[in-house]
């Protein structure tokens, strides 16, 4: 009686598992597993790779698992059965010892390329020319400053399709991550430090972006829309925000600056001229030894006293 | 580890004399030699590690006792979490 | 434990298991204060630009102010290693008097650092100024404290010498307060060769 | 501070808890005083220095702390089961994944292991107690104190709310205002130095009091486990120690270690954090680990597969484990070179891993499984633990974190790292050796209850976040909007949680069950056990073996159930030597605990009453002659006779 019990058990967890296995199969709501450009495909495709590599560790070791404990159960056995004395198996042992490594090996090197490669303007988009955007987190919004475009706007950004997009994150407060997944994988922003995140959308579309690192109550409402826009809509974009957006001043900018949810804004101009760049301060020696001259850009003192000042 | 009675601490005076003497090397390496900071850090790094040594052989007895495998062991192993801490940290944070 | 088996072939210190046993579980900790103090290192190395408008090391550190500390330390561990050299020999006087002069010595590198400190403080630097006088002060005062800590149980045993003689118990307990001060003159060496001459190298 | 502020207030269910708790304290002291119980209580548990006595005492806090994070864990997923909830507010939320983390990892996997250590290490090594049996009180009281100090946050104060991980500059007092984080910081702190004592204690013990013939490689793979677990925790909570006392110079004194302005590092903390923490999820790996290979080789009937490498591999994990810390900020903006050298350094842990896999399989190969709800449990880590292990190694690959991290993705990875790792070794271990603890066993059926909704339960709870994940869902939300796809998963994760929830509920009434009706172990050796501790009666006298046993191969007791040697010979039973009672880790432990209270609130004059108590206790303690006493030949007879039942 018992025995039947158990496969009945495991034939639950196998359903119930499979069940799992087939909602996930219709990737095109898995943001993730959607990419729609040459960053967020690069890390789909190791993705995908590792999971099958997995998938074969896993299907072994069950197999495995399996066969021990339907065979060697006490109730399959004779009563008087008394186990071997096994010490080991040197053989065996070197064998599970030496796959692995070579599995490791197998998604170890498809990774560092991969992690150099992300720092990079993907492939094939070299002679593009790249466009650059401060995106500074605040608590609890997202504030994209155009600097060759001169706007800013808040709580959305717009990109031209097919061009490298060159984010240099900061924060004005807490930290964030600047996550958008059908574009590609997330980065911290950090106050008085700069750090930049290459993303490339493939064709135009809307995509959601999100901070995917918890900073205080107003997290899980700190996300933005990003549109992805021929170059011909996008310029269009540009100017007509030129034409009727307002001007940004130092008083709005820190009104936005305050902790709070907010809706969308545009302005032109940006903050970035008059939010000093730090220096000498000892995270600056991440950038001083950093190859890659990354743009500087933070928070002034007084501007910092004004938040503080708000936060009490 | 025996009980042993020598007379005069020769062991420790020696070691108290190379430890002014490496302290003050130091000393002297560091501010007035025009050697390249790179250099100098590692001449009074070794110095400092070399006078620990000499502390923990010479005035800790880190050897007699016959514990001594495990605490040998232990400190070399602290000092390779050490570095791993401090080395690890500074390229971690600078780079 | 005294009412424990004793073997007397071994230095007093060792004679009890339980002796034994603490020696051993002392070193281990070391092990233990050896990761933490190089985690006050990779705070004080990460920070030890972060001087944000405040005072420097050159500006701050004195050699002269700096050496005098090292040599009461360097002096003390030697005395503690002469008290304990008198131990093994059986001399309890010896030992007394190495340990006080130890523990004076001791003292007058607290009182030596607090100077120092309070100087510094004149200047304007202290814990909240820079990321670099956080990490400094901490680095040190926690040394200090351990320095001190050590002035305080070292009198405790003292008395304990004074009330119950050289055992088996007292032995051990000077013992591990000298493994601890010679590892506190370790500790200072790496703070003046890489706090202090790695700040005041020009 | 005002009165109102104390106290928090608000929410219905903070009024509940705060009731409850007054009732429970309340009742508790009306039935110690009813029944005369204050002299027991003090004499047999508050002073106690018996490794058996506070290893109850451990699982006691620790299931006592499951609850409470369980009930943490039930609310948050109640809060997500449906977009747009409003059963929680953002505030409360984020202090109850807070404490759920910090609680289960620090106040319910710590302790409950601490506390199968403490009764199972020292029988099994044949050992009267531990090397220093007063800090060993010591560091449970030091750990109680802790622990209570961050369960009161809940109703003084406020909880932390910055994560268990409270990264700054979210965790200063610039965005923290409260005193929430000091708690944080002061508990943990006071809680560490119990464990870090613990560390150098049971090191000590396994290296030096093992039975007569008992060399290292004829331990027992559990106090293998536990060596090595020491070893990481000495050289990894110093880290800590020093991490939360700079938070706490930052938040209460002003310093400039992590803040924004002047010169501070934010990043230092995630730095130094995961320094220990990643350590610190092998530490409560470890000896989990430990526990399946005695349950499975004792349900096997076999010897374990591969011992040596067994012992390599544990010992190549702790050594790896200080140099993988940054897999868990690939994010902040590391370099290339930097991210590569950590991406491998963390995958090669995955080889020692699956080598104990692979031996622990072959373990059972040939064997004769027994399927009691120990190995139940045991037999689940293994399939469920994988799914951990090898998402482990997909977040190992930088370049693919970037998408996973801080997604729902990795919630998914630690709770199937941690449930099965951990939780289902401390389920398996107190069943495993109840009737050590308590004379009595657990009642089997209710146990294979439990497990059966633990292991369908999670499965189900846990799963769908990997999709979670992959949707794009961040950890930590309170709250998400409708149309993001993400509504069916997280009901079904709900219902899985709630499945747990049962399970625990059975678990709970076993225990009480299994008092009155559950089957009396008489032998002493109820699983047919291997180890020294099923060597000696149940319940075991308090000097643990009458004549200290003598080993001359793994599996010792087993061997000595072959060949049919006798326990001990009266004749060869001593005087045993064992130490006294003592208040002084209780006491101290009070002084700890006021200490961290008015450091939390900053009253000084209250933190420096507790700094007395604590000095006065070391100094105390450093004049103190105790020097135990002897229990005497006829006694130990009478005892060994009794505990037979042949008297
Ligand atoms: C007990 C707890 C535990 C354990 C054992 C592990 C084990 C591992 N963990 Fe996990 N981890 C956590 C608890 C744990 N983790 C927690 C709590 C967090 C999050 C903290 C937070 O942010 O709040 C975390 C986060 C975390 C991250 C950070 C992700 C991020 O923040 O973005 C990473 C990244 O590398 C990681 C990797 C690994 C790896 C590679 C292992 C390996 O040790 C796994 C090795 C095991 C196997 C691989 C399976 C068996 C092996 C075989 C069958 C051999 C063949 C296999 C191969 C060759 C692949 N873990
Ligand atoms: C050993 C560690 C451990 C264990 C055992 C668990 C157990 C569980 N955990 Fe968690 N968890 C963590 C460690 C652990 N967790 C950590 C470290 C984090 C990260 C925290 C952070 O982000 O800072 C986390 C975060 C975390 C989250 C993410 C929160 C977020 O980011 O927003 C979730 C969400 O589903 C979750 C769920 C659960 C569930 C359902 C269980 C279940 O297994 C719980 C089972 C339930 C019980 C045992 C309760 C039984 C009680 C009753 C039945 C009583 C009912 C009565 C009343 C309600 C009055 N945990
Ligand atoms: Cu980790």
Redesign the pocket.
Known sequence: MKKKHIPWKITVLMLLSSIFLLSGCDTSKIAVLNPQGPVAQKQYDLIVYSFW??MI?LVV?LGLFIFMIFKYREKRLAADYIPPDQHGNKWLEII?TA??IV??IA?AIPTIKANYALEDIPKGYEDKKPITINVTSADWKWIFSYPEQGIETVNYVNIPKGTPVKFQLTSAGTMASFWIPELGGQKYTMPNHSMELILLADKPGSYLGRNANFNGEGFAHMDFEVLSQTQEDFDKWVKDVKKTAPKLTKADYNKILKPGVVGRMTYTGTHLPWVKAPHQHGVMKKQETNQKQHKMDGMDMDMNMDMSEHQH | MEQHHSKYPIGHIVGFFLSLVMTIAAMFVALHTNLPRPTIMSIIGILAFLQAGMQLFMFMHIKESDNSVVQIGNIIYSIIIALTIVLGSIWVMHN | MMSEHLDTSLPLEYQSEQSRLNIFGFWIFLGAEIALFATLFATYFVLSGSTAGGPDQLELFKIKDVMTETILLLVSSFTCGLAIFSMRNNNKKGLLLWFIITLLLGAGFIYFELHEFVDYVHDGATLQTSGFLSGFFVLLGTHGLHVSMGILWGILLIIQLVKRGLTPVTSRKFFIISLYWHFLDVVWIFIFTFVYLGGLIQ | MKLDEFFVTGEPIIYVTEAGIALAMIAIVFFLTYFKKWKWLWQNWLTTVDHKKIGVMYVLVAVLMLFRGGVDALMMRAQLTAPNLKLLDANHYDGIFTTH?TIM?LFMAMPFLMGLINIAVPLQIGARDVAYPMLNAFSFWTFAAGCALFNISFIIGGSPTA???SYFPLAGTEFSPGVGNNYYAVALQIAGIGTLITGINFLVTILKMRAKGMSLMKMPMFVWSVLIMCIIIIFAFPVLTVALALMTFDRLFGSHFFTMASGGMPMLWSNLFWIW?HPE??I??LPSLGIYSEIISTFAKKRLFGYKSMVFSMLA?ALFSYF?WV?????MGNSAAVNSFF?IS??L???P??VK??NWLFTMYKGKLKLTTAMLWSLAFIPN??I???T??M??MAAA?YQ???SYF?IA??HY??IP??AFACFAGLHYWYPKMFGHMLNEKLGKITFWFWMVGFNVCFLPQFVLGLKGMTRRMYTYQDGLGWNGLNLVSTIGGVLMGIGFLVLVWNILYSLKKGERDVTGDPWDGRTLEWSTPTPVPHYNFAVAPVVDDVDAYWNMKQNKTPRFNKEDVKPIHMPNNTAMPFISAVGFGIGGFGLVFSWWWMAIIGLIIILGCLAWRSFDKDEGYHVEVDEVLSTELAARGER
Do not use: K
Not at chain 4, 327 to 331: L, R
């Open positions: 590599l997995m560790i070791v599970w796959i692995p599995i490791i998604v | 983390g990892i994560g268990w991980t923490g999820v092998y409560v790996l994990i993988t897999h868990h900020f690939f994010t991406s963390t995958m842990i995955a080889i891993t699956g896999l692979f633990f994988l951990g292990g090898v482990g190694v977040l190992a974190d996973y991290h801080n990795l990875h630690f790292t941690l790792g951990v």
